[in-house]
């Protein structure tokens, strides 16, 4: 046999080896990690196991704590996702207002029923899925400051095996074992934790499309909205008062949510101007198509930004979407103290300069923009 050939064999095998190799790493990688190839875009491999790669905040003081500053006008406003990414350790956010902000939530739960919590049968396994990672692995490793996980010492040999979350800061013990009601689930998630969650499906009617629904949630702090009056909506019909929404946002959302991969966790934030301090508004921050806009007083002092930190993730098991927001208040008198009051102004004439001039009606910009404007620039 020739030098040549025997050369070009040996190659040969060498190749034949390597691809065979490396066709059994791909296979031994997709048994440790099974995704559904649907949720896979462009090849990224995002991991299940993300969901338990949180970073301890170890030394976290809440009362110490200042509530993080969003600042996110723009001169113009244009009407886009604006979606960034973020891990799911920046999943939620906690400060010194915690304390206040979780009695009022309790309140607000015992007082108006399904207004702030509700749920469909079919999101029980997805509540029950977001439950037991939030109480059981979330909160204690992000921020073991607060809460610990505790060994049962009840009585009922049954109950023993399971263990409890301890919050150092209420004194109370949660379980990690979800309740028998997604209500109840929902109200114990409102209750611990100063953020809104959404929970979203695929609609199964099939004249929907694959389209996602509102299929249960906790919603203490709307702002200017009924959740209740959301619920089996496609995010196109939850948006319908948002001018501009079915025109600019509603295909790339659509297919953002029905393609967003497990793993890949993204934050918004959005802003408005708010002539109360009310947190739990279900009407009154926004003007509707054919509302009048009737002169108001405006009280400068109660007048505040508001902002919200959004995410959105899918759960691993369920496949469920979870939407969630924190809302930040920050009175107009600071935002002008701070040397922000010029920003702020432009912003409020942006509102009708960018891709949807009608959002200064949404929000309310017509009612309060020349007050606000006048003195944030005196
Ligand atoms: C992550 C993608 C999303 C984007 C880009 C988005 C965008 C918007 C925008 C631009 C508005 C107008 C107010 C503002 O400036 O924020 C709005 C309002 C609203 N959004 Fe979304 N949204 C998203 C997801 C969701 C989800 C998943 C839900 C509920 C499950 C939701 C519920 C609402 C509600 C209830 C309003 C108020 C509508 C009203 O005035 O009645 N959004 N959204």
Sequence with gaps: MSYELRF???????LISVAWLYRRSLGNRKAEKPYPKSLLKNGEAFSESLYYQIKPLRNFEWRNTNPIQIRPFKPKYHLTMALENTTISELLDVDKTYLDRIRLRRQLIKDHGNIVVD???KIAPAVSEFYTWMMGTYLPLRYPTMFQIVQNTSMVPKQRS????????????????????????????????DTEFLFLLPSSDPADDGKYKL????????????????????????HTPVPGYASKLEKSMDRFFATLPVGKIVKRVNWSVTTNTDLFALGGNHVY???????ESIDLEKTVLRCERQTLHRLPESKALVFAFKTFQYPIRQIKEEGNGEMLAAAIEGLSDGSVPRMAYYKRGVVWGNAVREFLRS
């Design 119 to 121: 749920a469909n049968k």
């Design 215 to 238: 299929e249960g949630y906790v919603t203490c702090f709307p702002s200017g909205f009924d959740t209740r009056k959301k619920i089996n909506l496609t995010l196109a019909d939850i």
């Design 8 to 14: 070009s064999i040996s190659s040969l095998l060498i």
């Design 289 to 295: 198509e054919g509302e009048d806009t009737k002169y």
């Design 162 to 193: 399971q263990p409890l979350l301890t919050s150092l800061v209420t004194r109370e013990t949660i379980p990690i074992r979800p309740p028998s009601t997604a209500i109840e689930a929902l109200s114990l998630l409102g209750s611990h934790i």
